[in-house]
């Protein structure tokens, strides 16, 4: 069993979240809906609990990132259950093909149903204009320059932007804000603050390496998940963390002088290899 009493208390500075939090009320006056980009395989944690007070009457629209790195059946059922509280929801990732029609078709639901919901009766004249908001590390920036990417058009500043805000068009009716904002996680318990620091949404260097490691071995010993085992070519079924990092170490030949294993560096790899996929996909939350 993890203990979770060992995990040391992370917090933010306030001057960085009130500044996150001013900068996001600012581009609010511009948009019509905010897509919030959470990571697939912890939807929970990665949603920012006050973003529905900040945007108020503006659509909302939960888009689950790094499905691909993610339990499939797992991601279903969390996709059901926005569906069930009446958000319009996509699970995809970066190598999707169909990302950009599925994006403008939720992203005209999204908008549509706020503008049912605050009465609005007259028609729409002009692009709807969305902005991607997420914590640090959960694909935001990946996605907008996925979007650029696939042929989409950038267009001028608009009038009382920042010289430099540029608009991403995408579709017939969609512009899209080409800078995110940033939110900041609510660390409330030691677990959250592990998930958060695996999928490196807070830097692990807060929490530390090695004890991340162990968290994830938790987690994949909890689901019963082999897949890393067989990666690493491993004899055994580590049941404690250091026997991983020494196993993962000794066949990666990540020694120190007195033949000694580097775990921190063991401890990277593992945590960088869940990141990538390599060692199967994990959800680390369930609905």
Request: charged share 25%; aromatic share 8%.
């Amino acid at each position: 069993m993890m203990d979770f009493d060992k995990v040391p208390k992370v917090s933010w500075f306030p001057g960085h979240m009130n500044k996150a939090l001013r900068q996001l009320r600012e581009k609010l006056s511009l948009i019509d809906i905010v897509i919030e980009v959470l990571d697939a395989r912890l939807p929970l944690s990665t949603c920012n609990h006050e973003l529905g007070d900040i945007i108020q009457h503006k659509a909302r629209m939960p888009l689950l990132f790094k499905a691909d790195l993610a339990n499939r059946d797992t991601t279903a059922a969390w996709r059901d259950l926005f569906k069930g509280d009446g958000y319009p929801v996509i699970a995809t990732h970066y190598r999707a093909r169909d990302i950009v029609p599925r994006l403008l078709k939720q992203i005209e639901k999204a908008e549509a149903q706020a503008r049912a919901a605050r009465g609005t009766k007259y028609p729409r004249t002009r692009a709807i204009r969305a902005m991607i908001v997420g914590l640090p590390n959960v694909g935001k920036s990946s996605l907008i320059n996925l979007l650029v990417s696939r042929n989409q058009a950038k267009t001028g500043p608009r009038p009382g932007v920042t010289r430099h805000q540029q608009w991403i068009k995408i579709g017939e009716d969609v512009e899209l804000m080409d800078t995110p904002g940033i939110m900041y996680p609510h660390i409330e318990t030691a677990e959250t603050a592990l998930k958060l620091g695996v999928i490196a949404a807070i830097k692990p260097e807060l929490v530390g390496v090695e004890l991340l490691a162990e968290y994830l071995l938790h987690v994949f010993n909890d689901q019963q998940c082999l897949d890393f085992k067989k990666f690493y070519g491993l004899d055994f079924y580590p049941d404690f963390v250091d026997d991983l990092l020494d196993g993962i170490g000794r066949r990666r030949g990540m020694l120190l002088p007195g033949d000694e294993v580097d775990r921190t560096l063991a401890a990277s790899t593992f945590l960088n290899d869940f990141r990538e996929g390599n060692i199967g996909t994990i959800s680390l939350e369930m609905p």
